[in-house]
């Protein structure tokens, strides 16, 4: 877990798990909100740990849940740019503030999460403009083949994502806006002559669009999946059904855990689930999903189906890839330089249920 700065009060000795008296000192902590946001992160995510619910920290606490979402991120964050030894000034800026800033950079690596921060604090750029930058050098990380014009990291690569994205604007007000953009994060003397050219060079360049999402919702009872354990194959004894653990399904999709490791969940028969060749299952949030946050206003908790066995890229689907160990899901427009570890087939909300006992009433069965 990541060390609280300096300059915040010394943490808790913490057991774990928590014990009942640590709890109740963490809750305290963060309802008298002491400490900076990072010590606010680290404390939110003990609690987690320790078994109590988002909804039950923001009871005790004032904390909501995308609050308490944001600042366990951005701490995480900000003990990666402590452990990744980020300037001094650059961790100063955001002891106090800037967890939504840093929360826009978790999907960088270490060191371009370094030089993101940098250049926030260099540029003074707001959570808004820090989203940009993330997905600019993000963007630029997948390339397979880096601009020779653009080489001044990671200033370039951010005056790269704005010049592509001037290229493709018809628009000649918006257009402008992203040459500026563009000029402002110019570093090196040719990215300023690449960008400057298109002052006189009114051309469009068109781009791919990313594909749409698969989303599909669950509608019905009917299609929520039940897992049961199988026992054998008469004859059995006693001893054999006694073996068989308690089923106790969690989460909107019923996900099913046995001693060890596995877990399991039920998809109905849909003809995308049965071709896959080698699926597996990943629990994301919607806003984790690429472009997502475009489209949804309210996050949600989705199943993500996909098959190991579909590696070829295609500029029509989305995939995961290996991203220095993590996994990480995109559309790629080219295809990326990065390990693909397989295609994106489906993505699962979970059934929208007004009244949760509805459909265990006797009399909801068909006769």
Not at 16 to 43: C, F, H, I, Y
Not at 71 to 98: D, K, M, W
Not at 239 to 260: S, T
Request: glycine fraction near 4%; aromatic fraction near 8%.
């Amino acid at each position: 877990m990541a060390s609280i700065p300096p300059s915040n009060p010394n943490p808790l000795p913490i057991s774990d798990p928590l014990s009942e008296e640590a709890t109740k000192a963490l809750l305290q902590s963060l309802r008298r909100k002491e400490g900076n946001w990072v010590a606010w992160g680290q404390a939110c995510q003990q609690l987690q740990k320790a078994g109590l619910s988002q909804q039950q920290i923001f009871e005790e606490t004032g904390f909501e849940p995308s609050q308490q979402n944001q600042v366990i991120v951005a701490a995480q964050v900000y003990a990666s740019l402590v452990s990744g030894n980020a300037a001094a000034a650059v961790l100063e800026r955001f002891e106090q503030t800037g967890s939504d800033s840093l929360y826009e950079l978790r999907i960088l690596t270490q060191s371009e999460r370094v030089a993101a921060a940098t250049l926030l604090v260099e540029k003074g750029i707001d959570s808004e403009g820090a989203h940009e930058v993330a997905k600019a050098l993000k963007e630029y990380s997948r390339l397979s083949r880096p601009p020779k014009a653009f080489a001044d990291y990671p200033d370039d690569a951010v005056a790269h994502f704005y010049w592509k994205l001037a290229r493709q604007q018809a628009d000649l007000q918006a257009r402008s806006r992203l040459i500026a953009q563009a000029l402002r994060f110019a570093k090196s003397e040719t990215a300023r002559q690449q960008v400057e050219q298109l002052l006189t060079d009114f051309s469009i360049s068109r781009s791919r669009s990313a594909p749409r999402l698969p989303f599909y919702r669950l509608e019905s009872a009917s299609d929520q999946g039940r897992i049961i354990p199988v026992v054998g194959k008469l004859p059995l004894t006693t001893a054999d059904l006694q073996a068989v653990p308690i089923v106790e399904p969690e989460g909107r999709f019923h996900i099913v855990k046995f001693a060890g490791t596995g877990a399991w969940a039920a998809l109905p028969g849909w003809q995308v689930v049965l071709t896959a060749e080698d699926p597996i299952l990943l629990l994301a949030e919607s806003e984790q999903l690429p472009g997502a946050d475009l489209d949804d206003s309210e996050s949600e908790e989705v199943l993500l189906l996909v098959d190991r066995a579909q590696r070829d890229w295609n500029p029509e689907s989305y995939f995961i890839v290996d991203e220095a160990g993590q996994i990480q899901l995109d559309w790629f427009e080219e295809a990326p330089s990065q390990p693909i570890l397989g295609k994106l087939t489906l993505v699962l909300r979970p059934q929208k249920v007004l009244d949760e006992g509805y459909n265990k009433e006797l009399w909801q069965i068909d006769e």
